[in-house]
């Protein structure tokens, strides 16, 4: 079970670091549109609002993924499956939910 909790959050893992390079993006296209630098259509709104909040899940990505490679160790307590499922279940990413319960079940 220990395996499969890894793989698990293996696999999140790998949609964080979509999240993280999404992030970026609208980080880089929300300054560009704030400095003018690139034209606007009708409609379509990146300003500040989008800023900030392109950096805060950037940098809630980035220390998500560093407590993952944490509790994939093999000499993390259970207390980071317990954690995970509950980021798992606000974020709603089912792969740390099923990676905090292998992980729990696991023998350590």
Do not use: P
Not at 9 to 27: D, H, R
Not at 30 to 37: E, F, G, I, R
Not at 86 to 101: A, D, R, T
């Amino acid at each position: 079970m220990e395996k499969a909790s890894r793989v698990m959050y293996s696999i999140a893992n790998f949609f964080t670091w979509i999240l993280v390079l999404l992030a970026i993006a609208g980080i880089v296209f929300s300054s560009l549109a704030l400095a003018h630098v690139i034209q606007l259509e009708e409609g379509q709104n990146l300003g500040l609002g989008t800023l900030i909040g392109c950096i805060f899940i950037l940098i809630v990505g980035l220390i998500t993924i560093a407590m993952v490679r944490r509790a994939k160790a093999a000499d993390s307590s259970k207390a980071w499956d317990v954690l995970f499922i509950i980021f798992g279940v606000f974020g709603g990413n089912i792969f740390y939910i099923l990676g905090g319960i292998f992980g729990l079940v696991a023998r350590r």
